[in-house]
């Protein structure tokens, strides 16, 4: 049994990710909402304690985590939003996290692991100012470090890349399995490769490239995760869905067309986004979902675009829709509000990525520093009982 805290927990899809064989120590989140969300579905949830990061003390936090997992908001970093970067108020919540990190080390409780996520925003604030500054406090804190980006569309029908920095305590031995000497193209793109190479030589010393395995092909789309009847979302009337085929320029109405002369069902996701001064609504029918975002407007709610042959019929995408997008079981309860359940999904994470990280990269980790540990004290031991008689006589 490992033991995490879950920063910024939103809904709780970290621990969701990591699943059985971790514990959860202990979590926050400043959002009424999302406490809620995450009280529904976790029956013990005495752990959460729903307040501003800012709040909290070292002796908040119980015990010895072998991981602490931060999402902090990606707002000032996400190329959607004012990039302020972490200096901004919401993704500054960073440096209040990485006190309580520096805290626990100075109490000799530094977790084995400490991992970041973020938008792929991140590598490139502030001119990658904003990565330097998150890599230079692993590197002080004594942590060897590296980021991989995941898309979530290896293994769910959304796209959503996302930014993994995942720190190794220095006195944690690493397996040579999980660990690559140089980068791979998948996991490393060339925003990362970028970023290390602009490092000094010593954080440079401190980072790794970590190997993680291509997952098998998907084989899951997007139509299979509409519902036929879906709760509480109305479908357009045919004058709505007309309105947004007007708001498509001819590449995007050409895509329905296409979509209409396969002659089988067909299932598209689509936004209205703002093109020189105008609004425009762009779908895609390659069987994946745009990435979720959280309802901040009406254009940042995905609309689905239903095409069977000359039937086209549209509506927002339902909240029971959106959490299978985000790999969540059905029997995850989500908020009765529409944009309360679209806001929670829209800022989580992708289920299934977090489990390929534990799996592959958290969990050989720990396991290999325990096996370490146990023989070391067997070592000890038998080296000791060796001895037994000397001291008797």
């Given at each position: 049994?490992?033991?995490?805290?879950?920063?910024?927990?939103?809904?709780?899809?970290?621990?969701?990710?990591?699943?059985?064989?971790w514990r959860?120590?202990?979590?926050?989140?400043?959002?009424?909402?999302?406490?809620?969300?995450?009280?529904?579905?976790?029956?013990?949830?005495?752990?959460?304690?729903?307040?501003?990061?800012?709040?909290?003390?070292?002796?908040d936090?119980?015990?010895?985590?072998?991981?602490?997992?931060?999402?902090?908001?990606?707002?000032?970093?996400?190329?959607?939003?004012?990039?302020?970067?972490?200096?901004?108020?919401?993704?500054?919540?960073?440096?209040?996290?990485?006190?309580?990190?520096?805290?626990?080390m100075?109490?000799?409780?530094?977790?084995?692991?400490?991992?970041?996520?973020?938008?792929?925003?991140?590598?490139?604030?502030?001119?990658?100012?904003?990565?330097?500054?998150?890599?230079e406090?692993?590197?002080?804190?004594?942590?060897?470090?590296?980021a991989?980006?995941?898309?979530?569309?290896?293994?769910?029908?959304?796209?959503?890349?996302?930014?993994?920095?995942?720190?190794?305590?220095?006195?944690?031995?690493?397996?040579?399995?999980?660990?690559?000497?140089?980068?791979?193209?998948?996991?490393?793109?060339?925003?990362?490769?970028?970023?290390?190479?602009?490092?000094?030589?010593?954080?440079?010393?401190?980072?790794?490239?970590?190997?993680?395995?291509?997952?098998?092909?998907?084989?899951?789309t997007?139509?299979?995760?509409?519902?036929?009847?879906?709760?509480?979302?109305?479908?357009?009337?045919?004058e709505?869905?007309?309105?947004?085929?007007?708001?498509?320029?001819?590449?995007?109405?050409?895509?329905?067309?296409?979509?209409?002369?396969?002659?089988?069902?067909?299932?598209?996701?689509?936004?209205?986004?703002?093109?020189n001064?105008?609004?425009?609504?762009?779908v895609?029918?390659?069987?994946?979902?745009?990435?979720?975002?959280?309802?901040?407007?009406?254009?940042?709610?995905?609309?689905?675009?239903?095409?069977e042959?000359?039937?086209?019929?549209?509506?927002?995408?339902?909240?029971?829709?959106?959490?299978?997008?985000?790999?969540?079981?059905?029997?995850?309860?989500?908020?009765e509000?529409?944009?309360?359940?679209?806001?929670?999904?829209?800022?989580?994470?992708?289920?299934?990525?977090?489990?390929?990280?534990?799996?592959?990269?958290?969990?050989?980790?720990?396991?290999?520093?325990?096996?370490?540990?146990?023989a070391?004290?067997?070592?000890?031991?038998?080296?000791?009982?060796?001895h037994?008689?000397?001291?008797?006589?």
């Amino acid at each position: 049994m490992f033991d995490f805290y879950e920063f910024f927990a939103g809904g709780g899809m970290a621990r969701t990710g990591l699943a059985q064989g971790w514990r959860c120590l202990f979590a926050n989140d400043v959002d009424e909402k999302k406490a809620a969300a995450y009280q529904a579905n976790f029956s013990d949830a005495s752990e959460l304690t729903v307040c501003d990061v800012a709040l909290l003390r070292v002796d908040d936090l119980p015990g010895v985590a072998d991981l602490a997992w931060a999402s902090f908001p990606c707002q000032d970093l996400s190329l959607a939003g004012q990039r302020g970067g972490l200096d901004a108020e919401r993704s500054g919540a960073f440096w209040p996290f990485w006190r309580l990190m520096q805290g626990l080390m100075s109490e000799s409780r530094a977790p084995s692991l400490i991992v970041l996520e973020n938008v792929c925003g991140a590598l490139t604030s502030h001119d990658g100012q904003d990565f330097m500054a998150i890599a230079e406090a692993f590197t002080e804190a004594g942590y060897y470090f590296g980021a991989v980006v995941v898309d979530a569309v290896y293994f769910l029908p959304q796209s959503r890349p996302r930014l993994f920095i995942i720190g190794v305590r220095a006195d944690m031995p690493i397996p040579a399995e999980i660990k690559s000497p140089t980068p791979h193209a998948l996991w490393h793109p060339t925003a990362v490769r970028q970023r290390v190479a602009q490092f000094s030589s010593i954080v440079r010393h401190h980072w790794i490239w970590w190997r993680l395995p291509v997952p098998p092909t998907r084989i899951i789309t997007f139509a299979d995760m509409i519902e036929s009847e879906p709760q509480n979302i109305n479908w357009h009337t045919p004058e709505e869905t007309h309105r947004l085929l007007n708001l498509m320029s001819e590449i995007n109405r050409a895509k329905v067309s296409m979509a209409q002369a396969t002659g089988r069902l067909m299932v598209g996701g689509m936004y209205k986004r703002t093109r020189n001064g105008m609004q425009r609504a762009e779908v895609r029918f390659d069987d994946v979902a745009g990435c979720l975002r959280t309802p901040s407007g009406g254009s940042s709610r995905q609309t689905i675009l239903i095409v069977e042959g000359a039937d086209i019929r549209s509506r927002l995408l339902s909240p029971r829709e959106a959490a299978r997008l985000m790999g969540l079981p059905e029997s995850y309860r989500l908020p009765e509000k529409y944009n309360d359940a679209y806001h929670l999904i829209g800022d989580g994470l992708a289920v299934p990525v977090i489990r390929h990280l534990a799996k592959n990269i958290f969990e050989p980790l720990l396991f290999y520093s325990q096996l370490l540990n146990t023989a070391r004290i067997r070592s000890a031991s038998q080296s000791f009982a060796e001895h037994i008689p000397a001291y008797i006589s």
